[in-house]
């Protein structure tokens, strides 16, 4: 078994962009390679093959690497329901939702399940990269750990520890986090990896070389800032830190998706980010929703508090003028549950409050259940005018329609089945379904039909998010493989 282990200075330095890189980079020179996130806390995730649960970023490696996910490759992922508590899903599953103290305790259980994993992986792939979560030096976290160095040391892997020079204080983040640790795990550390630079590299040589003394470790490489290169994103933060607005032209097509406070599964929105003539942005107030063609709201974690959010801030008064006017107004998972007449939580799965009405306007109530739906799945426009489509869910509620106008009909398990519920002779319409807009020709379809109604011209798009995908996944092993000293790498990886 070879495998390495790609650590952070702290959380959003880019630790999932580089695995990604290294596995596409491995798969490139013919080396059967997969990755895996010992524990990861996002809300943003996808579903299996056989029905699990797991962090989208290992999706994305997975696709990265070319292999299909699996379960094995994140075996605990924590899904924050509110500030204090997160569902913890295990190899796929809900198994408790915990506060954090209840979890530094859990994580003692859990160690079992992640030796597991890896050693499932380690069965079937020549290497394993492995990422870390958040960073090895948070010393509050140390104990159970099951993340970072706890990792490391289950199987002596080797760890590069990686610093987002962009932010800035990255050789005082290399060697704070040096010094923070135990000599047992300094000695696993074989290198530091800079990222995001901007600049002459040769400006850095005298800085590395005294962290290089310091620390007798090397630095691997420096890994440029670019853009240009379209994955889907690790967790939220992407949502403050990025640009998220483009093709701000009096023709173009204005989407605006509802930044809820407990957002999850953001990336089913990435595609129209690279749509000609499509003007995407993420707001929070109705002040920002007022030039929007379309509104968009997203999955949740917490459906009834995202509801309370919506409420709070206007948008149920908004909507309701926004369609009189003509808007449109979609909802997806979570926000396709609020576009609904009730919402009942009567086991307090996600929130305190059992019953709420809903923005009302779908004739539907949906009742949150122990049990949670996920399964991958193939369908199909309700004419049939699209086929093969694929998707996947995840939600804890079951939706109860009193109305008979469905969005898709849907295939799994040998069942077929009808998806979503669509109102206002089409301008409102909701599906559980993830992934949907991944499908370029619904997709371009779609955004034509919407074009024709404000009178728009339409547009004749080549542009493929699956293809641009590929594109930007050899982009980025290309990247590494220029930014970093190759030959020391293979050697300390062992290939």
Known sequence: MKGLMIQGTSSHVGKSVIVA??????????????PFKPQNMALNSFVTLDG?????????????AKVIPTKEMNPVLLKPTTDSKAQVVVLGKPWKNLSAKEYVEAKKELKKVVKNSFLTLAQIYEVIVVEGAGSPAEINLRKNDIANMGFAKMFDIPVFIVGDIDRGGVY????GTYALLTKKEKSLIKGFIINKFRGDITLLKDANEFIERKTKKTVLGVIPYFTGISIPEEDGVALSEKFLKKNDIESAL???IIKLPRISNFTDFAPFFGEDRVDVAYISTVKEAKDAHVIMIPGSKNTIEDLIFLKKEGFQEFLKEFLAKGGYLIGICG??????????????IESSVRKIEGLGFIPMKTVMEKTKQLRQILFETLDGSIKDMQGYEIHMGNSYISGNSPLFKVYHDGKNFYDGYVAFNGRVWGSYIHGLFDNDEFRHKWLNDVRRHF???????????IEEKEKAYDRLGKIFENSVDVDKFLKILGV
Request: proline share 2%; with cysteine; net charge negative.
């Open 254 to 256: 204005k989407i605006r």
């Open 455 to 465: 009178g728009l011209e339409e547009v004749e798009s080549s542009y493929s998010y």
């Open 335 to 348: 926000g396709y549950q609020m576009l609904g007449e009730v919402i009942e939580d009567p086991y307090n």
């Open 52 to 64: 699990c649960e797991i962090g989208r970023a290992q999706a994305v490696q997975a696709e990265a």
């Open 172 to 175: 005082a983040s290399f060697y």
């Open 21 to 34: 890189a290294i596995l596409r980079f491995l798969r490139n020179k013919g080396i059967l390679c997969a």
